[in-house]
């Protein structure tokens, strides 16, 4: 099982990035797959979670109108599209698979993350 991150970087506050995970080994298509974030000394939040399944998303509410989280069964690949940014949302992001479920409870596979960096 792979899942490879791609697309963080540092931006200046109101920027925008594209976060892109390409999965191999595993269903994508009867999956949960989903963005993760952790600062240092934090716990692990998810972000985004998208159902490959039926194409729902789920967003929490401090990205909701800014992030916009999509897939494409056919590359088996999600991306999560980062809008006016803030410094607040500064931290490593890591995409995960529940292969089978319809939700991202972050307890089947993990991505090794990408560094997104928000400057004021």
């Known amino acids: 099982v792979q899942l490879v991150e791609s697309g963080g970087g540092e931006v200046q506050a109101g920027g925008s990035l594209r976060l892109s995970c390409a999965a191999s080994g595993f269903t994508f298509g009867d999956s949960a797959i989903g963005w993760f974030r952790q600062v240092p000394g934090g716990e692990r939040e998810v972000v985004s979670c998208y159902d490959s399944s039926d194409s729902t998303t789920y967003s929490i509410d401090s990205v909701k109108g800014r992030f916009t989280i999509s897939g494409d069964n056919a590359k088996n690949t999600i991306y999560l599209q980062m809008n006016s940014l803030k410094p607040e949302d500064t931290a490593l992001y890591y995409c995960?698979?529940?292969?089978?479920?319809?939700?991202?409870w972050g307890t089947g596979y993990w991505g090794q993350g990408t560094q997104v960096t928000v400057s004021s």
């Open positions: 995960a698979a529940d292969p089978t479920a319809h939700a991202c």
